[in-house]
């Protein structure tokens, strides 16, 4: 670089007059030895933001406050003997864990699947590629009363349409978790198909116009090329399905408010009713803290699979 | 070995800080609760009583749509030309007003200053310090007129309204936490025009009797079942028809042992009739009951749908005004079946107006709740004609007698219960989750569970609940 500047440049070089360069005034040594100080504390803000409460909840975890007890004092480990004694946490557990792996499973395939049906450039691909983000843009509250009215066994337009009489009752103790999946993979299977497009649309031409030379039919390359580059965004679109389906409330309180009985009842909804509905605030606390844990393990570990598939698709492992 | 940090190391920690804040709003949505030292407000006010000594003062109220609020709408202009004061109104609907309540209550803002109350709040809210005691209010001359005549209300409403918070104590004893407003007998409200066509003459007087008539009744190809109820999983599913006809079949809540109430919903009496009562929703109740609140039973009952309604007087009297349902002017009322031995117990639920603890503005509060709960206004809203169940003993007597007049079968039910018609649950201070498991007991019996064994798990729970 440096050679060929001087080979350029010829024999003279000409005298460019430059302006006088201004001087930056003198900092004070105080000064620069706060700015990095200032500067970090939008972050210490949202930091403080964040963790205040996150504290707070986990130190009422440990106390018997609520709202017949306000001066309350520490009891320990009470709270948590209490909760996982109490047989009815443990169906919570079950609710939330079934709802989170059927809810985000399903929601998967069929998001993939409509992805892939997408991407096949048509006049009704483009049109259904606009109306699939409506259900993203309803509040899963209105979603939820929504679908409790098409629920509805006397005047629900799904029994009607689907001839099942007057009498088959979508949100009964048989058949309440499986509505509440149905209504949140109504809602969240746009959002998984959104995101895999995208993935799709990203990946390299090359290998597939390749491939189809070589006489590869299209299962063949969907599934040893496409889903192995594709990976990583399935499992994004995973984590966030995952993640939020483990801390559902909303469209399901308005749904079944956890019932019939227990049925729906999901650990967000058990810490619900525990601080706002029977105001123990302690013990919805500590629901809460093991929903955490619950969560922050769980995502650690997706957290983890995905580097090692961001990791294989980029061929640094096999 | 090398300290530094790669990319794809920080990318992971990233990835990781992200996830566990995502996770973090899961424990800090229960960073709740306050409470409250504030000191009670009537003490201040001195000198002679007069109506307008708050004018000026603005009130926030907050209301549940319900037929007493909408009685009192076009009354509120009236308190501020009395006053002064003008009174800023929040509705919330009921299936989420207590809800409302609770997170503001416990937050400690005082933003509304008065608000409608049922009596078990008062259990919850009074210790919690979160309502203002109404006693020093009351005797409090230079707050309260000389014609208001506390004594006008129900003797039964007041002392629902009064609790000292000790366990195994019964109501009216402590303090007067809210002064009530309107109340609720639960009977049966029944289609009379299709029991005429149908030839029922005579209303059955036993449960089991009144079962057969509800399955009867019930023809699911016609659309039509015979008798609503609520049935979703909330506190309030225990507390009209089902509390009434418990208690009438001879069962009770708790028993106090002189040091600690002991949970019965599993006595044989208990489990009989929780039978019964289950077999009845299978048989002869709507389709969808575990999610039934009272909108939708009393919706039913006037939509020509179901044909008895067990529940709320005053939630059905409304039903029967011309143009308010289909079915308006066919409703008949009775006072449900008499227990075996012929008693008529009912439970009644209350709602009041209460005070907050940390209202700024108490004294104009005092003065809404006086006024609300004072003869006038009472008078013109029953006068309205959907106001039912007045509170004071004038204004039922007179007005409301003449303006129920044609509803058939109203004042004679009424008549039938209200000397038995008191809350008949055992005041205690776990009672929404007490009750609300009592609920989820219910739903669960529904859904196939051995009525024994889930009620004598319900009461091992609730009895270890109350007592702590």
Redesign the interface.
């Known amino acids: 670089m440096t050679t060929q500047t001087s080979k350029v440049s010829g024999s003279a070089p000409e005298k460019v007059e430059t302006a006088p360069r201004r001087a930056l005034p003198e900092i004070p040594i105080w000064r620069r030895k706060l700015r990095p100080y200032l500067l970090s504390i939008p972050a210490l803000v949202i930091v403080i933001g964040?963790?205040y409460?996150?504290v707070?909840?986990?130190y009422?975890a440990f106390l018997n406050?609520a709202?017949?007890?306000?001066?309350p004092h520490f009891v320990w480990f009470d709270n948590f003997k209490s909760v996982l004694g109490d047989q009815v946490f443990w169906q919570s557990v079950k609710v939330t864990s079934i709802f989170a792996v059927s809810a985000t499973a399903i929601e998967t395939v069929l998001g993939v699947g409509l992805a892939l049906l997408l991407n096949r450039s048509s006049t009704i691909g483009r049109l259904f590629e606009k109306v699939l983000i409506v259900p993203l843009m309803i509040a899963p509250v209105i979603a939820g009363v929504i679908w409790?009215l098409m629920?509805?066994?006397?005047f629900g337009i799904l029994n009607h349409v689907l001839g099942l009489?007057?009498?088959?009752?979508w949100?009964?103790?048989?058949t309440a978790l499986m509505s509440v999946i149905l209504v949140d993979t109504w809602i969240f299977t746009p959002f998984v198909a959104i995101l895999v497009l995208a993935g799709i649309r990203s990946l390299p031409k090359e290998p597939f116009e390749a491939s189809e030379v070589d006489g590869a039919n299209w299962f063949y390359m969907f599934r040893k090329l496409m889903l192995p580059m594709l990976w990583p965004y399935i499992l994004v679109a995973v984590?966030f399905r995952f993640?939020d389906n483990l801390?559902v409330f909303d469209h399901i309180y308005v749904l079944?408010?956890?019932?019939?009985?227990?049925?729906t009842r999901t650990l967000?909804i058990g810490?619900f009713?525990?601080?706002?509905?029977?105001?123990?605030?302690s013990r919805?606390?500590t629901?809460?803290?093991l929903?955490?844990i619950i969560?922050?393990i769980t995502?650690?570990y997706?957290?983890?699979v995905?580097?090692k598939a961001q990791?294989r698709a980029a061929g640094a492992e096999s | 070995m090398s300290r530094e940090l790669s990319r794809r190391n920080m990318l992971a920690a990233m990835g990781l800080a992200g996830a566990a804040a995502m996770s973090l709003p899961v424990l800090s949505a229960c960073g709740v609760g306050g409470k409250t030292n504030a000191p009670n407000g009537a003490d201040q006010v001195a000198g002679g009583f007069d109506w307008k000594k708050a004018s000026g003062a603005t009130i926030n109220i907050l209301q549940t749509p319900h037929p007493y609020q909408k009685s009192y709408q076009p009354l509120l202009k009236e308190f501020t030309e009395l006053t002064g004061i003008t009174v800023n109104v929040d509705l919330v609907p009921e299936a989420d007003y207590f809800t409302k309540l609770n997170t503001e209550l416990a937050g400690g803002s005082g933003k509304h200053d008065a608000f409608m109350l049922g009596a078990y709040f008062i259990w919850q809210y009074g210790p919690a310090g979160w309502i203002e005691n109404l006693d020093p209010w009351l005797k409090n001359s230079s707050a309260t007129g000389p014609d208001y005549n506390f004594e006008d209300i129900f003797e039964g409403l007041r002392t629902s309204t009064r609790w000292d918070f000790s366990t195994g104590n019964p109501l009216g004893t402590g303090g007067q936490w809210a002064i009530p407003w309107g109340f609720e007998n639960n009977v049966v409200a029944y289609n009379k025009t299709y029991f005429d066509q149908r030839g029922i003459k005579k209303l059955p007087d036993r449960f089991d009797d009144f079962i057969q008539l509800a399955v009867d009744l019930t023809d699911r190809s016609q659309n039509r079942y015979g008798i609503a109820t609520r049935g979703s999983k909330s506190w309030a599913t225990i507390h009209p028809g089902f509390m009434t006809q418990y208690v009438r079949e001879g069962a009770v809540d708790y028993n106090f042992n002189g040091s600690e109430l002991v949970a019965e919903m599993d006595s044989d009496k208990a489990i009989d009739f929780t039978k019964k009562w289950i077999e009845m929703q299978h048989k002869a109740g709507p389709t969808s009951w575990t999610s039934y609140e009272y909108p939708n039973a009393t919706g039913d009952l006037g939509d020509g749908k179901a044909m008895m309604v067990y529940d709320a007087d005053s939630a059905t009297y409304p039903k029967n005004k011309p143009g308010a349902s289909a079915q308006a002017g066919n409703l008949g009322w009775y006072a449900g079946p008499a227990g075996p031995d012929g008693n008529y117990k009912t439970n009644l639920w209350t709602w009041s107006w209460a005070m907050s603890a940390n209202s700024r503005n108490k004294l104009p509060a005092w003065l809404f709740i006086q006024w609300a709960t004072g003869k006038d206004s009472l008078t013109k809203a029953v006068e309205g004609g959907t106001y039912a169940d007045p509170v004071r003993k004038s204004v039922f007597d007179t007005t409301f007698k003449r303006v129920a007049a044609d509803q058939f079968g109203y004042l004679e039910a009424f008549e039938t219960v209200i000397g038995s018609s008191k809350i008949q649950f055992t005041p205690q201070k776990k009672f929404f989750d007490t009750t609300q498991n009592w609920a989820v007991a219910l739903q669960d019996i529904y859904g196939g569970a051995d009525a024994a064994s889930r009620l004598r798990s319900l009461a091992k729970t609730n009895t270890s609940k109350v007592n702590l």
Do not use: C, H
């Open positions: 964040i963790l409460p996150f707070l909840g986990a009422y406050y709202a017949v007890n306000p001066s409790k629920f509805n066994p006397q009489g007057s009498t088959f009752d949100l009964s103790g048989n984590i993640m801390k079944t408010a956890g019932g019939p009985g227990v049925a967000q810490a009713e525990d601080s706002i509905i029977n105001l123990d605030y919805g606390s629901y809460m803290l929903l955490w969560v922050f995502a650690r997706l957290v983890s995905l580097g990791r």
